[in-house]
């Protein structure tokens, strides 16, 4: 299971500790939803998310400061009684003596947040999606191209890093080349994106192993980038009929998600890159609204139907 380690998110989150005695080194969070726990402050127990990080707003605080010190006292047991990660306090505000007291009791790590809790909760809660979300790593290049994400993939030295050098030099961006790891972050989008080990480099036959960010400079890469559309090299078959007007859409699927697929045959004096290119066009045009096969189709139409009326 897809973890994150409390420390990261510390970091990434810019939180205080107010538990500094608490070693927090071991802790992971599994869940990327968050909790508010109104509902338990007021002795609602059933169906308490305690696995999640527990995030306290400014009307939790004022609710709990209301509290007379029997109430306090069974609250807070009950709450921290559970085998909670963290509980993080939004707009710098800090628990009083029994919440920390019994916190440190029951060895839960309590953290305090600058920002407002609805920006917090935002936050987190995007950034714990892509972090544990279902992950695998295909072989292929990632190019944003035009704001469109292309994925190439096909056999090992057809010429995918070949034809991602060729976009970058058009201007284009390179996500990851070689390995390409695929997080599903919702169920109608996934993000694509390098192994650490290999991010801003390019493989060439012949040649050895490129730094593009060196190269061509930061404007030419990208860390992360939704997967919109997949075109798949393969060895020309004369024999092979390709689509040639476009009327059905391919797909191909990753993680239970459809991307668009194009399969492009690759041969001597076709130019993959430019290919690529007018597909990533082509595709953000449908997504417009707009679709040349059918206003194709729509003109032939048109053309029978006065040749016809002429006839008459």
């Known amino acids: 299971m897809p973890s994150v380690s409390l420390n990261r998110i510390v970091e990434k989150m810019k939180l205080t500790s107010l538990t500094p005695e608490i070693d927090i080194s071991k802790i992971k969070i599994t869940v990327p939803d968050i909790n508010r726990p109104a509902l338990q402050l007021a002795g609602y127990f059933e169906h308490y998310e305690a696995q999640r990080m527990q995030i306290i707003g400014f009307v939790e605080y004022t609710y709990m400061q209301s509290f007379s010190a029997e109430r306090k006292e069974e609250i807070y047991n009950r709450l921290l009684s559970n085998d909670i990660p963290v509980v993080v306090f939004c707009r710098e505000l800090e628990p009083d003596e029994l919440f920390l007291q019994i916190a440190l009791e029951r060895q839960i790590p309590l953290m305090m947040s600058r920002k407002a809790t609805s920006s917090f909760m935002a936050e987190i809660i995007r950034w714990l999606n892509v972090k544990l979300a279902p992950c695998i790593r295909i072989h292929g290049v990632l190019v944003d191209v035009f704001g469109e994400g292309v994925l190439i993939i ?101 993680l239970g998600n459809k991307i668009v697929c194009h399969s492009i045959p690759v041969r001597p004096g076709r130019n993959v890159a430019l290919i690529c290119e007018s597909a990533a066009v082509n595709h953000r045009q449908k997504k417009m609204g707009y679709n040349a096969t059918q206003e194709l189709y729509r003109r032939f139409q048109e053309s029978m139907k006065r040749n016809e009326e002429s006839e008459e």
């Open 154 to 254: 096909g056999e090992s030295g057809i010429g995918k890093s070949e034809a991602a050098l060729e976009l970058i030099k058009r201007g284009h961006r390179l996500v990851t080349d070689d390995a390409v790891e695929i997080r599903k972050v919702s169920d109608d989008t996934l993000i694509g994106s390098a192994p650490d080990v290999t991010k801003h480099f390019i493989e060439l036959r012949g040649i050895g192993i490129i730094d593009i960010k060196t190269l061509f400079g930061v404007s030419s890469v990208k860390d992360i980038q939704s997967i919109d559309l997949v075109i798949h090299l393969e060895d020309w078959n004369k024999e092979k009929q390709y689509d040639r007007l476009g009327l059905e859409e391919e797909y191909t699927e990753y």
